[in-house]
């Protein structure tokens, strides 16, 4: 079983910058590979970022490819996502999640979620 805590989210003027970052717990968290979602108020929940099990593989939405990166650090069992150029439309609640998958960027492949941080971007 993993555990995931979000932290990092907020409120940022358009054009800024937030980072965000998961913390999981056990020990076989390089057996995941990792993603981040977000759930925008009235719509479902898409994909934005994922990371291969050893980082050496990043995958991203066309919607944010150029402004967001992800990255993990196995050995401090976090992974996070560096927001830069926000957009008002990037405002959502952000989930990371772990798959057994050497990775996914389809949400019901899976296994964990954590609970979950607003970012707000304001114009």
């Known amino acids: 079983q993993v555990q995931l805590v979000e932290s990092g989210g907020g409120l940022v003027q358009a054009g800024g910058s937030l980072r965000l970052s998961c913390a999981a717990s056990?020990?076989?968290?390089?057996?995941?590979?990792m993603g981040w979602f977000r759930q925008a108020l009235g719509k479902e929940r898409e994909f934005v970022v994922a990371?291969?099990?050893?980082?050496?593989?990043?995958y991203s939405a066309d919607s944010v490819k150029g402004r967001f990166t992800i990255s993990r650090d196995n050995a401090k069992n976090a992974v996070y996502l560096q927001m830069n150029s926000l957009k008002p439309e990037d405002t959502a609640v952000y989930y990371c999640?772990?798959?057994?998958?050497?990775?996914?960027?389809?949400?019901?492949?899976?296994?964990?979620w954590g609970q979950g941080t607003q970012v707000t971007v304001s114009s």
């Open positions: 056990g020990r076989t968290f390089s057996s995941y590979a």
């Open positions: 999640a772990a798959t057994r998958r050497p990775y996914s960027t389809r949400g019901y492949e899976y296994d964990y």
């Open positions: 990371i291969s099990r050893a980082g050496g593989a990043t």
